[in-house]
């Protein structure tokens, strides 16, 4: 039979190995047919081995993560202790977006944010007076009372619609984007609008062909936390200088990760109208 040291973690295939062997080993009755004589039944000082050795094992990793978590506290997590929802969520995005939040950082995410819409520093100017506003109110089309999640004014007005669990109201997100084409009549560049989900759904509220072609001339993005905005967060993180933010842009990570994390759409082509 073979064994599985103590000194390492047992592999897959060394568990799977041993525990086949138990079962062809197991003891049953002499007159049973299923009893192989090639197959000597498993004694219980064997058992009480491995248990005794995977017991060593389990209890030296625990002691290992202990001594890691006195300085790196891997375990924790700020978001699993304020459990954010999709209002919360706004408003760190809305924060970490602001060149005058309180992370520091000035315009930096900001501009990170604007590359990966296609708008290029020769768009920027205004960048660093950036306003950031939640929920604001949209004006100029029949459903007047409506509310963006986060718009933000930098001389081009950028918006983000976030849906974690909710669904989009009906025609939300057509008229978000009637919206920022009419609040971008004059202005050098048309409005854009992100529409958040976790797995990057697109919205009902589009055909499928248009919504591919508010995409194709960059008026909408459809972002997902598990591709689209965790891949700006790592850029943030790195291009971050103040290490507790740094840490909070990993939590965050870390909690899209483990809380966000949904099974993707079916074909879109499914649902095309």
């Known amino acids: 039979m073979s064994t599985i040291g103590i000194s390492e973690p047992a592999t897959q295939p060394q568990l799977e190995r041993f525990f086949s062997e138990i079962g062809r080993r197991l003891v049953v009755p002499a007159s049973s047919p299923t009893l192989s004589p090639a197959a000597p039944p498993v004694e219980m000082p064997e058992v009480k081995d491995f248990f005794s050795a995977a017991g060593h094992v389990i209890e030296a990793a625990e002691a290992r993560q202990r001594k890691a978590d006195r300085l790196q506290a891997s375990r924790f997590n700020v978001f699993d202790l304020i459990e954010p929802d999709e209002n919360k969520l706004s408003d760190i995005l809305a924060d970490l977006l602001d060149p005058q939040g309180r992370h520091g950082q000035g315009d930096r995410f900001l501009r990170l944010l604007f590359d990966r819409i296609g708008l290029g520093a020769a768009d920027l100017g205004g960048i660093a007076q950036a306003k950031v506003q939640r929920?604001?109110?949209?004006?100029?089309?029949?459903?007047?009372?409506?509310?963006?999640?986060?718009?933000?004014?930098?001389?081009?007005?950028?918006?983000?619609?976030?849906?974690?669990?909710?669904?989009?109201?009906?025609?939300?997100?057509?008229?978000?984007?009637?919206?920022?084409?009419?609040?971008?009549?004059?202005?050098?560049?048309?409005?854009?609008?992100?529409?958040?989900?976790?797995?990057?759904?697109?919205?009902?509220?589009?055909?499928?062909?248009?919504?591919?072609?508010?995409?194709?001339?960059?008026?909408?993005?459809?972002?997902?936390?598990?591709?689209?905005?965790?891949?700006?967060?790592?850029?943030?993180?790195?291009?971050?200088?103040?290490?507790?933010?740094?840490?909070?842009?990993?939590?965050?990570?870390?909690?899209?990760?483990?809380?966000?994390?949904?099974?993707?759409?079916?074909?879109?082509?499914?649902?095309?109208?």
């Open 135 to 273: 929920e604001a109110p949209t004006h100029g089309i029949q459903k007047y009372r409506r509310r963006l999640d986060v718009l933000i004014d930098a001389g081009v007005l950028v918006a983000i619609e976030n849906k974690v669990d909710s669904w989009e109201q009906p025609e939300q997100v057509k008229d978000y984007l009637e919206h920022l084409c009419d609040c971008s009549r004059g202005r050098a560049i048309p409005g854009r609008l992100i529409y958040l989900t976790p797995n990057g759904r697109r919205p009902e509220s589009l055909s499928l062909a248009a919504c591919c072609e508010e995409e194709k001339q960059q008026r909408l993005f459809c972002w997902s936390y598990q591709r689209e905005l965790r891949q700006w967060l790592e850029a943030c993180r790195a291009a971050c200088q103040a290490e507790k933010i740094r840490w909070f842009i990993t939590d965050f990570i870390a909690y899209i990760e483990t809380k966000l994390l949904r099974e993707p759409e079916p074909d879109e082509e499914e649902g095309a109208q």
